[in-house]
């Protein structure tokens, strides 16, 4: 080649790669994308090639998008860097300065403080309402309302929301409607399906789910996908290649590990309803016909010290998140909700002795012994 030493180090030899049939994807850990000549770099604008800049469009990010929309049911989805900015750009898609949205009041503690704190400085208002009474949704709804959002099964005490209401409101008052599907899956649960038109994921849970990634997927129609797209790309909330990639490597196994942690679940709550050391058992019985949930919380307030059930837990761990394959357990009272006021705490049901249990897929006999020798020690 004639190079000299810099020039050969930088450059490297380069094999054609069109040749090359990997069974996977391969991870396009790529900032940008090359082109031959100035009619090539055309192509990119006239819509016949796919990739110019990472942060503009990446296969692993489309992929993670697809692979969702299919799983969901619908046309379109947009992969980004959290959960927490798929639901900023899911939120900036249909409302602007000016606008308001009705949410649930009992949604995940960080999407609380995206849209209470930081929305309104975008000009964006945000009411909060309890979902459970139908009526003081409708009775929230202003003119400039645009949206509403909610949960397929909230945290941590499991409400499962009504989505056929949620449909009918939105359809009633031209409203569109947004659901936050992170703790059902499209396993157990497809919003899009019932009539939601934008369905949300932190892909960082079961998606993911081995708890090695950070990822948000926005799933909904077309036109309101490509919106948020524009959003991710102005933004800059785009997603990682490397990431993208191990979120896609998830979901080929979302069904094995959810019908193992379904499963477990049904399995841990039973055996701890019966148990005399638990107070109330916290898990939903009509999210779908395959099951549940994987989340049980419990409340033990009064029958055991919650200082020594955290230390009696042996193999499971402390995790102040969830959906792993291996069983953990958070405590909201000092994570999750530690920043609501005490009236609200106390208003949704997160008292002292409430464990909120995100079960795994190990063997069910090992968990449900875990948890009935941490609170056979620390029984009062
Ligand atoms: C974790 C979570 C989020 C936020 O997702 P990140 O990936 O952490 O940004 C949003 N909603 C729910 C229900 C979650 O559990």
Redesign the pocket.
């Given at each position: 080649m004639g190079q000299k030493f810099d020039t050969k180090s930088v450059h490297l030899a380069l094999k054609d790669t069109n040749s090359i049939d990997s069974k996977v994807t391969p991870i396009y850990q790529t900032s940008a994308f090359k082109f031959s000549d100035l009619e090539d770099l055309e192509n990119f604008y006239n819509g016949k090639k796919d990739y110019l800049y990472s942060r503009v469009g990446n296969p692993n990010t489309d992929e993670l998008g697809g692979a969702v929309a299919q799983l969901e049911g619908a046309p379109k989805g947009v992969a980004t860097s959290?959960?927490?900015?798929a639901?900023l750009v899911g939120v900036l898609a249909v409302a602007k300065a000016g606008d308001h949205i009705i949410a649930s009041n009992d949604i995940?503690g960080?999407?609380y403080q995206l849209l209470a704190n930081e929305l309104v400085d975008f000009g964006i208002e945000v009411s909060f309402v309890d979902f459970e009474k139908v009526s003081e949704v409708e009775n929230h709804i202003k003119e400039n309302t645009k949206l509403i959002y909610s949960?397929s099964i909230t945290?941590p005490l499991l409400r499962v929301e009504s989505l056929d209401e949620v449909v009918r409101i939105a359809k009633e008052h031209n409203l569109y409607s947004m659901i936050?599907n992170?703790?059902a899956t499209p396993y157990l649960c497809q919003p899009y399906s019932s009539g939601i038109d934008l369905v949300v994921h932190?892909?960082?849970?079961y998606l993911g789910g081995h708890s090695d990634v950070?990822?948000?997927v926005l799933v909904g129609k077309e036109e309101l996908i490509n919106k948020a797209k524009g959003k991710v790309v102005n933004i800059g909330t785009n997603l990682s290649p490397f990431d993208a990639w191990l979120a896609c490597r998830g979901i080929k196994t979302l069904s094995v590990r959810m019908e193992r942690h379904v499963r477990n679940a049904q399995a841990l709550a039973d055996a701890l309803r019966k148990n005399t050391g638990v107070d109330k058992v916290y898990y939903p019985t009509s999210v779908s016909t395959k099951g549940n949930g994987a989340i049980v919380s419990i409340d033990i307030t009064g029958l055991c010290n919650i200082e020594k059930f955290f230390k009696s837990l042996s193999w499971v761990k402390i995790v102040p998140?969830?959906a792993g394959v291996e069983t953990s357990v958070s405590y909201p009272l000092t994570t999750s909700h530690r920043a609501l006021p005490k009236e609200s705490q106390i208003e949704l049901g997160i008292t002292e002795g409430l464990v909120r249990i995100s079960v795994g897929i190990e063997d069910a006999e090992d968990i449900i012994n875990a948890f009935e020798k941490a609170i056979h020690e620390s029984i009062l």
């Amino acid at each position: 080649m004639g190079q000299k030493f810099d020039t050969k180090s930088v450059h490297l030899a380069l094999k054609d790669t069109n040749s090359i049939d990997s069974k996977v994807t391969p991870i396009y850990q790529t900032s940008a994308f090359k082109f031959s000549d100035l009619e090539d770099l055309e192509n990119f604008y006239n819509g016949k090639k796919d990739y110019l800049y990472s942060r503009v469009g990446n296969p692993n990010t489309d992929e993670l998008g697809g692979a969702v929309a299919q799983l969901e049911g619908a046309p379109k989805g947009v992969a980004t860097s959290s959960g927490l900015s798929a639901i900023l750009v899911g939120v900036l898609a249909v409302a602007k300065a000016g606008d308001h949205i009705i949410a649930s009041n009992d949604i995940y503690g960080g999407t609380y403080q995206l849209l209470a704190n930081e929305l309104v400085d975008f000009g964006i208002e945000v009411s909060f309402v309890d979902f459970e009474k139908v009526s003081e949704v409708e009775n929230h709804i202003k003119e400039n309302t645009k949206l509403i959002y909610s949960e397929s099964i909230t945290n941590p005490l499991l409400r499962v929301e009504s989505l056929d209401e949620v449909v009918r409101i939105a359809k009633e008052h031209n409203l569109y409607s947004m659901i936050d599907n992170t703790f059902a899956t499209p396993y157990l649960c497809q919003p899009y399906s019932s009539g939601i038109d934008l369905v949300v994921h932190s892909a960082t849970k079961y998606l993911g789910g081995h708890s090695d990634v950070t990822a948000g997927v926005l799933v909904g129609k077309e036109e309101l996908i490509n919106k948020a797209k524009g959003k991710v790309v102005n933004i800059g909330t785009n997603l990682s290649p490397f990431d993208a990639w191990l979120a896609c490597r998830g979901i080929k196994t979302l069904s094995v590990r959810m019908e193992r942690h379904v499963r477990n679940a049904q399995a841990l709550a039973d055996a701890l309803r019966k148990n005399t050391g638990v107070d109330k058992v916290y898990y939903p019985t009509s999210v779908s016909t395959k099951g549940n949930g994987a989340i049980v919380s419990i409340d033990i307030t009064g029958l055991c010290n919650i200082e020594k059930f955290f230390k009696s837990l042996s193999w499971v761990k402390i995790v102040p998140t969830l959906a792993g394959v291996e069983t953990s357990v958070s405590y909201p009272l000092t994570t999750s909700h530690r920043a609501l006021p005490k009236e609200s705490q106390i208003e949704l049901g997160i008292t002292e002795g409430l464990v909120r249990i995100s079960v795994g897929i190990e063997d069910a006999e090992d968990i449900i012994n875990a948890f009935e020798k941490a609170i056979h020690e620390s029984i009062l």
